[in-house]
């Protein structure tokens, strides 16, 4: 078990080893509408800075100016809403090739807090950039609705999540629905980290933390993960995504 885990690409690992430019969520934005591979000239012209964020560090605020939208190459971070109590919701967990900003692109404003869960680097668009490419190049507009669109219906699969799924659904959800997700962006779809706390998933999901433990304790009994403190690796895809009715 230890060679297999070796060889394959945890997330943890892939810091230094940023993600492949097509399987980054801004891709699309660099490919002609009749056409599946991007420009690499185009990619150039939109994606025209590389930004750094420590673990544990702010990558922008509630309410502040919308200066630009960005693409996690390594690393990952969570988006957020502070309640006036102290609480917080958590929006999304945005991994490497995730966009982010573009939910917020109609009021210029950002609408959630986006913190760092591990040291992460990005790829980012100035909006007044953004918006000059898209008069240049009316296919970028189409390209760019695409994402939007995305965006909602990712928006809307998280009310689902939470109004009409048990606890144990959510948490088979979100493992994978994560698993998915790093599948299609060249990782291991079976093993990989989570660089979120339990209390952050619980928060994300409507849960308490107490019951995240447990019903991560109760699919490695199953058989269905084994879980080593972060590490995740999934023994019966199947059998979850059944449980999560995906």
């Known amino acids: 078990m230890s060679t297999q885990r070796g060889h394959l690409k945890v997330v943890s690992e892939v810091c230094g080893d940023a993600i492949a430019c097509h399987n980054c969520g801004i891709y699309r934005l660099g490919t002609p509408l009749d056409s599946t591979e991007a420009d690499p000239r185009l990619l150039e012209r939109i994606a025209k800075n590389r930004r750094q964020v420590k673990r544990g560090d702010l990558l922008y605020r509630v309410g502040e100016p919308l200066n630009a939208i960005y693409a996690i190459r390594y690393g990952s971070i969570k988006t957020y809403l502070s309640t006036v109590d102290g609480r917080s ?8 090739g995730d966009p982010l900003g573009l939910a917020d692109l109609h009021s210029g404003h950002s609408s959630t807090e986006a913190r760092a869960l591990e040291n992460t680097s990005l790829c980012e668009i100035p909006i ?5 490419l898209t008069k240049d190049l009316p296919a970028l507009q ?6 939007l669109s995305q965006e909602v219906q990712r928006l809307q699969g998280l009310s689902l999540l939470l109004g009409k799924k048990t606890a144990e659904e959510r948490l088979a959800t979100f493992l994978i629905t994560l698993s998915r997700r790093f599948a299609r962006c060249g990782y291991s779809s079976r093993e990989f980290n989570l660089s979120m706390s339990r209390n952050d998933i619980g928060t994300y999901l409507g849960i308490v933390e107490e019951t995240v433990c447990r019903i991560l304790t109760r699919f490695q009994d199953d058989g269905l993960i084994d879980n080593q403190r972060r590490l995740i690796h ?3 895809s199947d059998r979850l995504a059944h449980l999560a009715q995906l």
């Open 142 to 147: 189409v390209q760019l609705t695409h994402l």
């Open 234 to 236: 999934i023994l019966d």
């Open 89 to 96: 919701q958590i929006t999304g967990f945005h991994i490497a």
């Open 128 to 132: 007044d950039h953004l918006h000059q």
